[in-house]
């Protein structure tokens, strides 16, 4: 049996992978292993739960809050938030523990459980795999007195917006701008802090009914953002996930913005007000090559890290930094928040334009995406991709053929039975040429 938790928590489909039985294991198990380790401090437990919209959050968070208090932890319910609203209420409420439900940009039947420690950040691998040891162990459940208490929280969705809008250099003052919450937990939160920061807000995928959330619209689906931008004649387009940690934009124009050109923007704002940390940006190995020689021209040192929102944090805790995040959407303003948070960095990316006076077209020409081609190749024993040698030998002559102006990338996927070919490369046959050419190695070499 492989681990439990994957690199955001525990996800499945709900009902099936991940039950009741499950979700209320684990919050018993996870109340346990904090306790033990002390991060109760002696006093009487207190747990944060939000969750986005899905259908099967309702009979999850009922299992999480019924799990928590049987072990003794009070808890407060925060409803549907967003992702990074859990993380920030978790460490300014003062709880112990905090407890999203969400699986994110995956489809309605999925769902997961993620954790957050008193300071607002995912509880690391080690504790996980104590929670995972844990599960199903006979213990003294306390009785009496010693339950936890259950009490919905008050006012937790206008002390975010506030938190929001307090972290804000400039007003949107005069932009027009379309949102696309995906159906899922920004539905509110997102237009609301939009219209107070002074933008102009036209709304699409804000109506979530349980079972729609991420279904044709938010960051994994841009057509209907692309397409509404351009009707309203709008300034710019957000797209954010179901859960909201992660925020892609649109041109006025209908052009995608992804999260590696949000990352530049904002880290040449950041330098430019002495305020990006050690003059360095941190993202993953599946960035664009043009981001990293954007930020050579402007001065800004990386550092890349493996692909997950965990280890850019990782990295940028261990190393004092405060901007980092992915290519997918997925921005860390670790000035602001401790997670990535897809609110957080559309108004700071709209703050940009206003503050600067200038489009999101101009201000995303701070770098060239170079053409990039990924294929992902499933059902091959992903092992032997790293001790072929004849994969070793084709990856070697496409790097010679690309030179300096592209690279080859073989990633192994982490919980699919999958090898990933990405290929970056001046122009756009070239890198389809050699990837197509890379993935039909893989497919002979790695064969299961």
Known sequence: MGRLFGTDGVRGVAG??????????????????????????GHRPTAV??????ASGEFLEAAVVAGLAEAGVDVLRLGVLPTP?????????????GVMLSASHNPAPDNGIKFFDRSGYKLPDEIEDRIEARLGEDWDRPTGAGVGRVRDAQG????????????LPASLDGLRVVVDCAHGAASSVAPEALRRAGAEV???????????????CGSTHLDALRAEVVAQGADAGIAHDGDADRCLAVTASGEVVDGDQIMAILATELREAGRLAK????????SNLGFKLAMREAGIETVQTAVGDRYVLEAMKEGGYTLGGEQSGHVIMLEHATTGDGVLTGLHLLATMARRGRS?????KVMHRLPQVLINVRGVDKGKAKSSPALAEAIAQAERELGDSGRVLIRPSGTEPMVRVMVEAAAEDQAQRLAERLAEVVKIECSA
């Open 156 to 167: 937790a969705v206008e002390q975010y917006v506030a938190h929001l809008l307090s972290t």
């Open 279 to 286: 003059n360095t940006v941190v993202a993953t190995v599946m």
């Open 16 to 41: 099936r992978d991940l039950t009741a039985r499950l979700a209320m294991d684990l919050s018993v198990a996870a109340a346990r292993v904090l306790g033990e380790a002390g991060a109760f401090q």
């Open 49 to 54: 739960v939000g969750r986005d919209p899905r």
């Open 85 to 97: 609203a859990v993380a920030y209420l978790t460490h300014t409420l003062d709880a112990d523990l």
């Open 360 to 364: 999101l077209e101009e201000l995303a």
């Open 202 to 216: 036209l709304t699409i995928g804000t109506a979530p009914d349980g079972l729609n959330i991420n279904d044709g």
